[in-house]
């Protein structure tokens, strides 16, 4: 049952960091592509950890696991924040879907 | 161990090398700087998927520290942007 | 000792000790290296972050991560949706919008948790104006912010 559920779990992050990569690949700007990036590739690592977690040998090692989660939350946010506004800085403008 | 651990790891490295090739061409120098929120990401789950794939747990360590030095950069600039932001604007 | 601090010492030794028990996934061997260590953490978080300079709200966490982890993974399916049916799928815009938020660190909070929300990535904060990147402009930002922005406001002690 464990393992059933740890398969669907690790395959969904699987997923999400895929559809991460896609988004990157096929957005116009570097401000969508952050979108795709920040947002879809730590929802796949929270997937990952989850479905290993749940296999873990014991409550700590599960949770350490766990732990891994916000601290990389923390520098994705921090840093796509800090991407963002550089290239604002840098003067990109946002793509806008009238110009096309 | 699902036995899945080791091909998803290889498939989360396609990715990351697809995505590192993506975001080198560009176009602009703020694109190249999403490699640092790629390596955080993605470098952190395949260092866990291998762990668990017979890596041993060590590698759990190395994907932990990994996080928390990303999260110590990610923060520093958050409170470097703040002192600045306070009296200028970059 | 003044009890602020004996109830800071209490506090902080039992989180660090917990952290210490998942860093070594429960092994025994382990405590007297911890015990080294959990008192040195101690000792350099009552220095660098005196008891009371800032109090976080337990409540406030509490509902702050129930609301982010819900809506982060509303977010990630959001963007991976689109993702998948590409360019043609998005009508990106930027959006500007007043904070109300009283001290600067939480209004940096939320310029950085917007990063991970649904829809958005924060741009610029200047003061209390804070400038979005939103990836479909047609989606209900605003009451979204508005909402993080009470929650993050109970975290800090604040109110909005």
Same mark, same amino acid.
């Given at each position: 049952m464990i393992e059933l559920v740890s398969t669907l779990l690790l395959s969904v992050g699987a997923f999400f960091y895929f559809a991460g990569t896609l988004g990157l690949l096929r957005f116009p700007d570097v401000y969508c592509r952050l979108h795709a990036l920040a947002k879809a590739d730590n929802l796949g690592l929270g997937f990952i950890l989850l479905g290993l977690a749940i296999q873990a040998e014991s409550l700590a090692a599960a949770l350490k696991l766990v732990l891994i989660w916000p601290l990389v939350l923390a520098a994705s946010a921090t840093v796509s924040y800090a991407i963002a506004r550089r290239a604002d800085t840098l003067g990109i403008k946002p793509w806008r879907r009238e110009e096309r | 161990m699902t036995g899945l651990e080791f091909p998803l790891a290889l498939f989360l490295l396609t990715n990351l090398v697809v995505a590192l090739l993506a975001a080198v061409r560009g176009p602009t120098a703020a694109d190249r700087m999403l490699l640092a929120l790629l390596f955080g990401t993605t470098g952190v789950g395949i260092l866990v998927l291998l762990a668990s794939a017979g890596g041993g747990s060590a590698l759990v360590d190395v994907a932990l520290v990994l996080a928390l030095l990303a999260a110590v950069t990610g923060v520093t600039f958050a409170r470097r942007a703040w002192h600045a932001g306070e009296k200028s604007d970059d | 000792m003044n009890p602020v601090m004996m109830i800071a010492i209490l506090r902080r030794g039992a989180l660090l000790s917990f952290l210490w028990w998942i860093l070594t996934e429960?092994?025994? *061997? @382990?405590w007297v290296a911890g015990f080294v260590a959990i008192g040195a953490a101690l000792w350099l978080s009552l220095r660098l972050c005196a008891p009371r300079s800032t109090q976080i709200s337990v409540g406030g966490l509490g509902a702050f991560l129930g609301y982010f982890i819900w809506n982060s993974v509303r977010g990630g399916v959001q963007v991976a949706l689109l993702a998948l049916r590409g360019r043609r799928a998005l009508h990106p815009g930027t959006l500007e919008l007043q904070l109300?938020? @009283?001290?600067p660190a939480p209004r940096i909070f939320v310029a950085n948790v917007l990063a991970l929300m649904p829809g958005t990535v924060s741009v610029r904060l200047n003061g209390k104006r804070l400038r979005l990147h939103v990836? *479909?402009?047609?989606?209900?930002i605003v009451a979204e912010v508005k909402a993080l922005e009470v929650l993050i406001a109970r975290m800090f002690g604040e109110r909005v």
């Amino acid at each position: 049952m464990i393992e059933l559920v740890s398969t669907l779990l690790l395959s969904v992050g699987a997923f999400f960091y895929f559809a991460g990569t896609l988004g990157l690949l096929r957005f116009p700007d570097v401000y969508c592509r952050l979108h795709a990036l920040a947002k879809a590739d730590n929802l796949g690592l929270g997937f990952i950890l989850l479905g290993l977690a749940i296999q873990a040998e014991s409550l700590a090692a599960a949770l350490k696991l766990v732990l891994i989660w916000p601290l990389v939350l923390a520098a994705s946010a921090t840093v796509s924040y800090a991407i963002a506004r550089r290239a604002d800085t840098l003067g990109i403008k946002p793509w806008r879907r009238e110009e096309r | 161990m699902t036995g899945l651990e080791f091909p998803l790891a290889l498939f989360l490295l396609t990715n990351l090398v697809v995505a590192l090739l993506a975001a080198v061409r560009g176009p602009t120098a703020a694109d190249r700087m999403l490699l640092a929120l790629l390596f955080g990401t993605t470098g952190v789950g395949i260092l866990v998927l291998l762990a668990s794939a017979g890596g041993g747990s060590a590698l759990v360590d190395v994907a932990l520290v990994l996080a928390l030095l990303a999260a110590v950069t990610g923060v520093t600039f958050a409170r470097r942007a703040w002192h600045a932001g306070e009296k200028s604007d970059d | 000792m003044n009890p602020v601090m004996m109830i800071a010492i209490l506090r902080r030794g039992a989180l660090l000790s917990f952290l210490w028990w998942i860093l070594t996934e429960g092994r025994r *061997d @382990a405590w007297v290296a911890g015990f080294v260590a959990i008192g040195a953490a101690l000792w350099l978080s009552l220095r660098l972050c005196a008891p009371r300079s800032t109090q976080i709200s337990v409540g406030g966490l509490g509902a702050f991560l129930g609301y982010f982890i819900w809506n982060s993974v509303r977010g990630g399916v959001q963007v991976a949706l689109l993702a998948l049916r590409g360019r043609r799928a998005l009508h990106p815009g930027t959006l500007e919008l007043q904070l109300n938020l @009283a001290s600067p660190a939480p209004r940096i909070f939320v310029a950085n948790v917007l990063a991970l929300m649904p829809g958005t990535v924060s741009v610029r904060l200047n003061g209390k104006r804070l400038r979005l990147h939103v990836i *479909d402009e047609r989606m209900p930002i605003v009451a979204e912010v508005k909402a993080l922005e009470v929650l993050i406001a109970r975290m800090f002690g604040e109110r909005v």
